[in-house]
């Protein structure tokens, strides 16, 4: 349930009003963008609120469950702060969202109409559609380990505990030649046996992807000289000279925690527990299936 200030509520009681939507925004690096659909600039709470940003709201659909209530703001691809470019790199994923609804002429009568997060973004030629769910949206989010062989902790993290920073777990580089969208050649990696820096990350320190990290999907050595394979394409485009850091992968394996980083004091995973096979098999007198402890 809102609570209206009496201002508003007066306001609304007149019949004719003069609302406008605003949108605070705050990216996960920390830039805050206000936007509304008002034909000029609303300010409060110290952000100044664009107007003409590109962004136009849908209804706000609510329900009494715990389903996931959602709101979207459509907007087009020429705003110069909403990129396509900034939208297919991820920026503006899982953002935190202030949907207002605002009396224009006096901005101190406002309401929060619901707090929560970018969600799914669909993307045509000329425009894209925003996603703002709910915070009930965190209730459908898996809580707790998932019982697997592999393990479900993430390289180098606390849990983890391997040291990324090691010199013999990374290394410096820079593109050498393009073979494909998101395949080139390296300099620098020569001395890593292949296969090192699969499932990997490279950071990129140079060019346009400057300050971004990509994931590794493939690492061969040939002659020296290293291939590098991502698993996505940048959005920015890679070219001959970019330097970056890459760093090394893990399949999560228990056998490659053991053999490539001597860390299985810490392997996060189940690799005893059973498997559909188990589910599957009969008794037999012979292959380990008569009945006896496994």
């Not at 459509?74 to 953002?95: F, K, N």
């Not at 346009?208 to 002659?223: C, I, P, Q």
């Not at 009969?282 to 380990?288: D, E, H, I, K, P």
Request: aromatic residues 8%; proline residues 2%; negative net charge.
């Amino acid at each position: 349930m809102k609570t209206l200030s009496p201002a508003l509520q007066s306001h609304l009681d007149e019949g004719t009003t003069t609302l406008a939507w605003c949108w605070r925004i705050t990216r996960a690096d920390g830039v805050t963008f206000g936007f509304t659909d008002h034909d000029r600039t609303l300010s409060f709470d110290g952000t100044d609120f664009e107007p003409e940003s590109g962004l136009t709201a849908s209804e706000v659909r609510s329900g009494s469950d715990l389903s996931v209530d959602a709101q979207d703001a459509e907007g087009v691809l020429t705003s110069d702060r909403i990129t396509e470019t900034d939208i297919l790199d991820g920026r503006w994923d899982a953002a935190q969202v202030e949907v207002w609804r605002v009396n224009w002429a006096d901005t101190t009568q406002r309401v929060l109409m619901r707090r929560g997060a970018i969600g799914q973004i669909r993307r045509g030629r000329l425009a894209f559609v925003a996603e703002v769910r709910s915070l009930a949206h965190v209730l459908g989010q898996t809580v707790g380990r998932t019982f697997q062989a592999t393990c479900d902790a993430a390289l180098g993290d606390a849990r983890c505990g391997v040291d990324l920073e090691d010199p013999a777990l990374k290394g410096t580089g820079a593109v050498l030649d393009l073979l494909r969208d998101r395949a080139f050649t390296a300099s620098g990696l020569g001395g890593f046996a292949s296969g090192w820096f699969a499932f990997g990350t490279i950071e990129w320190t140079s060019g346009a992807n400057a300050g971004r990290k990509t994931e590794v999907l493939g690492h061969d050595v040939t002659s020296g000289v290293a291939v590098l394979t991502l698993l996505e394409t940048p959005v920015r485009p890679v070219a001959a000279g970019d330097a970056f850091i890459a760093r090394a992968g893990c399949d999560k394996r228990i056998e490659t925690c053991a053999v490539k980083f001597g860390n299985v004091v810490n392997f996060r995973g189940f690799p005893h527990i059973p498997g559909q096979d188990t589910i599957l098999r009969y008794a037999s007198t012979s292959g380990g299936h008569d009945g006896a402890v496994l």
